[in-house]
């Protein structure tokens, strides 16, 4: 009796001092609250504890490549991000699949539009979490001078240069961190070639010295040779031309909803949110950058670790986090805040063709810290052949077993 006694006596302390599910989340600013809140409704739910381990940007990517590749403390749930950022991971064997789950779930009718953003050769890797919209936002009153938010490349070109005739700085960028102008080449690549063509040029699989390629360059250079952007983009960061647009020194500014804690509630209501101009008659795609969570393969927690991602995939659990984060809800089942640039990202995102994850997201890393810099030096030369040359020479370079050369 006593043997019996001391073991069920250490079979309650062992349940007792079981070790929490581990959540790593990159957290950027104000953001710890709505984490901790949705970690704490799940351990009262199931009764599985959570420990929190919250680091900001740049230490959470150094300590990321440690947790997964030494394999040391390593977080049983990791957050990070979708596309060719994940697979870099999921490809070297260190993350738990979970395709399993995903279907056992049903979760193709709920995260349909972005499944692509996490699946790699058949097998999902990681579950959507939140992702946030692009666009060009714009300075309402300004911009009623000459019409209606224009919807085609033409209408655009032909706005901004009333507004340039009139002193007025019609597009704003930073570029002191050279990504912003990403964006542009983005959008205009989906706009003339759709996002079929874009995460083909990518992955590498086309040559920069394409004719479509070049097509793209085209008509951005017609921005550059019109002189629509502001002087000295590469002396601001993307925040600091942001006044620009509500102090009326320009009309508009490609950048992503992060931007919104940007504006000064007394000028909010005069800040407007237009999708980038159609170019070609093509499907429209988006620009989303997308937020996952991801299980490690060394975990001893599993089975704790599926539940929190069956738990994270629920359109409610979504929504309160997203609606805390002002993000939005991947499921499509999720309901979003009421917040003005968040209802008209949801409506962006729900009628797009197809998503993208930004340029920098969507490729190799050792290639995009190698092109993103070409694509804002070309902000100031607009030289066509010198930008192509010198991004095939990289893609050459990063992508050494894709076709070398295509000028279709």
Not at 47 to 55: D, E, F, M, Q, R
Not at 175 to 187: L, R
Not at 195 to 219: C, M, P, T
Not at 251 to 267: C, E, S
Request: hydrophobic share 40%; with cysteine.
């Amino acid at each position: 009796m006593r043997k019996l006694t001391l073991l069920l006596l250490s079979l309650t302390v062992s349940v007792a001092i079981a070790d929490p599910l581990t959540v790593s989340v990159l957290l950027t600013p104000n953001q710890r609250s709505a984490y901790e809140t949705v970690f704490a409704d799940f351990s009262k739910e199931t009764g599985i504890a959570v420990k929190a381990v919250l680091k900001k940007d740049v230490a959470y990517k150094y300590m990321l490549t440690q947790w997964l590749f030494a394999g040391k403390d390593t977080p049983d749930i990791l957050h990070w991000q979708a596309s060719e950022r994940l697979y870099f991971f999921s490809r070297q064997g260190v993350l738990h699949p979970l395709t399993e789950l995903w279907n056992a779930e049903g979760l193709d009718s709920q995260f349909s539009k972005v499944k692509h953003a996490v699946e790699d050769k058949g097998e999902v890797y990681a579950l959507p979490i939140s992702y946030y919209h692009w666009g060009i936002y714009y300075n309402k009153s300004l911009l009623e001078r000459y019409g209606p938010p224009p919807e085609t490349w033409e209408q655009f070109i032909e706005t901004c240069a009333r507004i340039k005739r009139d002193g007025i700085t019609p597009l704003a960028i930073g570029t002191k961190h050279q990504w912003p102008a990403a964006a542009w080449f983005d959008y205009i690549n989906l706009r003339v070639n759709g996002l079929a063509f874009h995460q083909q040029l990518l992955n590498g699989k086309i040559s920069f010295r394409d004719k479509r390629v070049i097509a793209v360059f085209e008509y951005w250079k017609q921005l550059i040779d019109a002189d629509l952007y502001n002087p000295a983009t590469s002396d601001f960061d993307w925040d600091e031309v942001v006044p620009l647009l509500y102090h009326q020194q320009a009309a508009f500014t490609l950048i992503g909803n992060f931007v919104a804690p940007k504006w000064p509630q007394h000028i909010i209501d005069n800040i407007g949110f237009m999708p980038f101009p159609k170019i070609a008659s093509i499907a429209r795609a988006e620009e989303a950058p997308m937020e996952v969570f991801m299980i490690a393969a060394n975990t001893d927690q599993r089975q704790n670790a599926e539940a929190f991602i069956r738990y994270m995939a629920r359109p409610e659990v979504q929504s309160k986090l997203n609606g805390e984060l002002g993000y939005l809800s991947p499921n499509s089942n999720s309901i979003h805040s009421d917040d003005r640039f968040i209802q008209a990202g949801a409506e962006l995102l729900k009628s797009a063709s197809g998503i993208s994850q930004y340029f920098d997201r969507d490729t190799k890393h050792n290639f995009e810290v190698l092109a993103i810099p070409l694509l804002a030096e070309f902000l100031q030369h607009g030289d066509i052949a010198r930008v192509t040359i010198e991004l095939e020479q990289v893609r050459k370079l990063s992508f050494p077993q894709q076709p070398q050369s295509s000028t279709q």
